[in-house]
């Protein structure tokens, strides 16, 4: 699991859109799994999950399950896997009663739980997840939070992680990547930060990072 962290603007989730295949980058390459996303999308996107925070896969006006069995077919996975994915899925996400309830009803902290089900009924290999708690309240970040921890340790799916969040990254993962200026400026590991600022405090370390960089 990694951390991919900048300011705003910096284009975090231009690099999901291009990683996902939604963008097409003007210059430069990129390649995930032997494929450039925007060139091979149809089995590019097979292997991949996304969670935009601000963006919804579910159909508004339908109970959630209407949207995963229309998820089913466009991914055309086989009844059996689609039955044990939502079983474990409805299960560790605590949405089994919630799913047959119109989108538009849902809270955030519900609906997002949805999302991220919605992005792995296909069992992708790699998740990608922007700013997938926005908003949320601490239950409900708890929650994501644990689940994204089981389905990387059950499933060995990789993850990557956009968020402002600091108790995001430091829950969650043990690399974190910084963009700033159109650049990396930092790949390396959590603890390595730490070490490196004196400094345990998350929020902190990434202020300090942000004043090294001057970005």
């Known amino acids: 699991?990694?951390?991919?962290?900048?300011?705003?603007?910096?284009?975090?989730?231009t690099t999901i859109k291009i990683m996902s295949g939604i963008l097409n980058p003007d210059s430069g390459k990129c390649?995930?799994?032997?494929r450039t996303p925007w060139k091979d999308r149809i089995n590019h996107v097979k292997n991949i999950g996304v969670v935009f925070g601000q963006r919804s896969q579910l159909w508004w006006d339908v109970p959630v399950?209407?949207?995963f069995e229309l998820i089913k077919e466009i991914y055309k996975i086989p009844d059996n896997k689609f039955k044990s994915n939502m079983h474990m899925l409805t299960d560790m996400l605590n949405i089994e009663e919630i799913i047959k309830v119109p989108t538009r009803q849902l809270?955030?902290?519900?609906?997002m739980r949805?999302?991220?089900?919605?992005?792995l009924l296909h069992s992708p290999k790699i998740l990608f997840l922007d700013e997938p708690t926005i908003g949320l309240d601490a239950v409900s970040k708890i929650a994501v939070r644990d689940f994204i921890k089981n389905i990387n340790k059950e499933n060995k799916t990789t993850v990557i992680l956009t968020t402002h969040d600091t108790q995001d990254i430091e829950a969650l993962t043990k690399?974190?990547?910084?963009?700033?200026?159109?650049k990396v400026l930092l790949d390396g590991?959590?603890?390595e930060l730490k070490e490196k600022f004196n400094e345990s405090n998350m929020d902190e370390i990434v202020v300090k990072l942000y004043k090294e960089f001057k970005i």
């Open 107 to 111: 809270s955030l902290g519900q609906r």
């Open 175 to 182: 690399r974190i990547i910084l963009i700033g200026k159109g």
């Open 1 to 13: 699991m990694v951390g991919y962290i900048g300011p705003n603007g910096a284009g975090k989730s």
């Open 31 to 34: 390649v995930i799994n032997g």
């Open 65 to 67: 399950v209407d949207s």
């Open 114 to 119: 949805c999302e991220i089900a919605a992005s």
């Open 189 to 191: 590991s959590i603890d």
